[in-house]
């Protein structure tokens, strides 16, 4: 099975948490990195190395590693958070390693 | 941070060639490492290839090897993507990527807006 193993979608009400997983088994042991997507436009880091938010990204968006399971929270979801989130992996040792996971669908109910 | 801008997509039959550009600025270009990702409709991100920030290593997707081409002239601040022998499963948004990376890991920390590469006949 998938390494990068999302769940296809999240639904959450406005101002709960939102939390999106990737790895099924294990994550193997690599550092994740994460990506929204709004329909129409380009992916854009919201997490890097496991948990740190680039600038500009709202302290709302957090993420933590396991080595099992990679996992983004959101918290206080807001209508604007609507999007598709990536996990993202680079594992030079491996030719063909997965790199991104199938994504999940986040709906602001 | 930067800015990468893709372009050359467009509708082609099964079987054509097409090549795709993506022109970066307001970052050393020719110090990074470039990525071609690509997103079906309705579908997740694929990565597809990889070129090193010097032109000299290269990697591909299974599914696009032996008919996809990367190469870049860093004195035009520019990365190409050869597509030969397209497929109708080639069909996707097309997106460059600089990547940044340590020695455990890299990510994409600027991309492009995308182009739409269209196969059918």
């Known amino acids: 099975s998938s390494v990068l193993t999302q769940p296809p979608s999240v639904s959450v009400a406005p101002g709960q948490t939102a939390t999106i997983t990737c790895g099924e088994n294990?994550?193997?042991?690599?550092?994740v990195h994460w990506y929204q997507q709004r329909p129409g436009r380009a992916p854009v880091l919201v997490v890097f190395d496991d948990s740190v938010r680039p600038s500009g990204i709202p302290e709302r968006f957090s993420g933590s590693n396991s080595g099992i399971t990679a996992t983004l929270t959101i918290s206080r979801v807001e209508a604007g958070d609507e999007a598709d989130y990536f996990c993202q992996v680079w594992d030079s040792s491996t030719e063909n390693a997965e790199v991104f996971g199938g994504g999940t669908k986040l709906t602001v109910l | 941070q930067g800015q990468l801008v893709e372009s050359g997509g467009g509708v082609v039959q099964p079987g054509s060639s097409l090549r795709l550009s993506c022109e970066g600025s307001g970052f050393t270009f020719g110090s990074y490492a470039i990525h071609w990702v690509r997103q079906a409709p309705g579908r997740g991100l694929e990565w597809v290839a990889v070129l090193s920030f010097d032109g000299n290593h290269n990697f591909y997707a299974d599914s696009v090897r032996g008919r996809f081409t990367v190469s870049r002239d860093n004195s035009k601040n520019t990365l190409f993507l050869q597509m030969d022998s397209l497929r109708p499963e080639d069909t996707a948004v097309y997106f460059c990527?600089?990547?940044?990376?340590?020695?455990?890991?890299?990510?994409?920390?600027?991309w492009g807006q995308g182009v739409k590469v269209t196969v059918s006949s």
């Open positions: 294990t994550i193997g042991g690599n550092i």
């Open positions: 990527a600089k990547s940044d990376c340590s020695s455990l890991t890299c990510l994409f920390d600027v």
